[in-house]
């Protein structure tokens, strides 16, 4: 017996387009279907309902996302450096998915208030892979002894504000490098150095 293909990458892959372009109200479980080239019922056969749908797109790309930055956070440099590199692949990621990112921002509270536990859940290890990273700079010395889940909550909420607002003419580069020296220097000129 032949197993039906899995249509949800493709499907998921549309969605994510679709809601970008569209608010959540207007986008059809027809249009998905159509836009991923599979039939209606197959959309269905996945997702009972567009809330759910969207919820499959913002935790599939959540989860892609975590994937890069552990990528990232493995590598053998040192943590200064690691946090950088997750900073651009959050702010590359993202901006890639500019319509997705949206879609996260502007219909995540009104579609899946009452699905908020596994959204949380990815919120809280992509928090946890960047605050192993700072803990091994508090390790080597790099960075100073705070409370590295906390701090690395700080930084995500930095990330998504530049995100949000930031000027998207600057490549992400140049941007993390701003989040990052904010982060980790902050805004004030040090005593001495006043002129």
């Not at 159509?34 to 209606?40: C, E, F, I, R, Y």
């Not at 019922?41 to 969207?54: A, D, H, P, Q, T």
Request: include cysteine; aromatic fraction near 8%.
């Amino acid at each position: 017996m032949r197993r039906p293909k899995d249509h949800r990458p493709a499907i998921l892959n549309a969605a994510a387009q679709l809601f970008g372009q569209k608010r959540f109200h207007e986008v059809l479980m027809d249009d998905v279907a159509d836009a991923a080239g599979v039939a209606k019922g197959s959309v269905y056969r996945f997702y009972r309902n567009k809330e759910e749908l969207l919820l499959a797109v913002c935790l599939f790309s959540l989860d892609e996302l975590a994937r890069e930055l552990e990528q990232v956070a493995a590598r053998p440099e040192n943590a200064r450096v690691r946090l950088s590199r997750m900073v651009e692949s959050a702010h590359r990621y993202f901006r890639q998915r500019s319509d997705f990112f949206e879609v996260m921002q502007r219909e995540w509270g009104h579609a899946c208030l009452d699905k908020m536990s596994p959204f949380t859940a990815r919120r809280a290890k992509a928090r946890g892979i960047y605050a192993r990273v700072i803990r091994d700079g508090q390790t080597t010395g790099e960075f100073r002894g705070v409370d590295a889940e906390t701090a690395a909550g700080i930084l995500m909420g930095m990330n998504r504000a530049m995100l949000h607002s930031g000027d998207s003419r600057h490549k992400p580069e140049k941007t993390a490098r701003l989040v990052l020296d904010v982060f980790l220097s902050g805004i004030a000129v040090p005593k001495g150095a006043r002129s």
